[in-house]
């Protein structure tokens, strides 16, 4: 079945420590996405790639630190530079579309907490 | 940027009863997404909207694109447990493929 796949669902970090969330889809989507989720709040854009090894800073990048180096692959690092790293993240992925836009597909999340 | 301002930011309602959840953007919206959310799990996409005065309809859920396309509605008719979540609204702006979302609509359904 295709999808959008993360890992892991939990994590733990120690404070000073970076970590690094996994995000796999096998759609063949060109355009991937990194969110942000705070108790009661929406989604903040963290980064995105349009294609292969290039990738634009969100709304709030600093911090983070991501790569693209394989189409299926979008991983994202929480650097000790993130101050208030706890929180959901959300990886989405959807086709690259040149005149219309298409609906994205998102994972189930990665609850990272530190401790 | 594109901001997109959603309200109310909670709203409990009583099983059975209409509800509508408002999406404001401060620019013109080319591309403009419902997705609902349970809490702690992923977004799954409800409806897209494109055209100024778009409308479209899946079950008892109605979503609406004013004509000015700076305006969105979300629409539940008879309201029933199911539709419990969070609903947020996306948009495409800011440059190509950059998708924004607000802050998201709480929506408790009481019995």
């Known amino acids: 079945d295709g999808g959008i796949t993360q890992s892991p669902k939990y994590l733990f970090r120690k404070e000073g420590q970076n970590v690094t969330l996994s995000c796999e889809q096998n759609?063949?989507?060109?355009?991937m996405y990194w969110y942000r989720q705070d108790p009661g709040q929406g989604l903040r854009l963290i980064y995105y790639?349009?294609?292969?090894?290039?990738?634009q800073k969100g709304d709030i990048a600093e911090g983070y630190s991501v790569s693209r180096e394989k189409k299926e692959s979008f991983p994202l690092t929480v650097t000790s530079a993130q101050k208030n790293p706890t929180a959901f993240y959300l990886c989405?992925?959807?086709?690259?579309?040149?005149?219309?836009?298409?609906?994205?597909?998102f994972g189930q999340g990665t609850r990272l907490t530190v401790v | 940027s594109q901001e997109l301002e959603q309200s109310p930011q909670s709203l409990i309602v009583q099983e059975g009863k209409n509800l509508t959840i408002n999406c404001t953007s401060s620019?013109?919206?080319?591309?403009l997404y419902w997705y609902k959310q349970k809490y702690g799990e992923g977004l799954i996409f409800l409806m897209m909207?494109?055209?100024?005065?778009e409308e479209k309809s899946h079950e008892k859920i109605t979503a609406k694109l004013d004509e000015k396309k700076q305006q969105s509605s979300l629409h539940i008719t008879a309201s029933q447990p199911s539709h419990a979540g969070i609903y947020l609204c996306?948009?495409?702006?800011?440059?190509?493929?950059?998708?924004?979302f607000g802050q998201g609509t709480r929506l408790t359904i009481n019995p």
């Open positions: 989405a992925s959807r086709i690259r579309g040149r005149q219309d836009n298409t609906e994205a597909f």
């Open positions: 759609l063949n989507h060109d355009a």
């Open positions: 790639s349009q294609i292969v090894n290039d990738f």
């Open positions: 620019k013109t919206l080319y591309g």
């Open positions: 909207l494109q055209k100024g005065g």
């Open positions: 996306g948009a495409d702006g800011g440059g190509a493929q950059k998708l924004v």
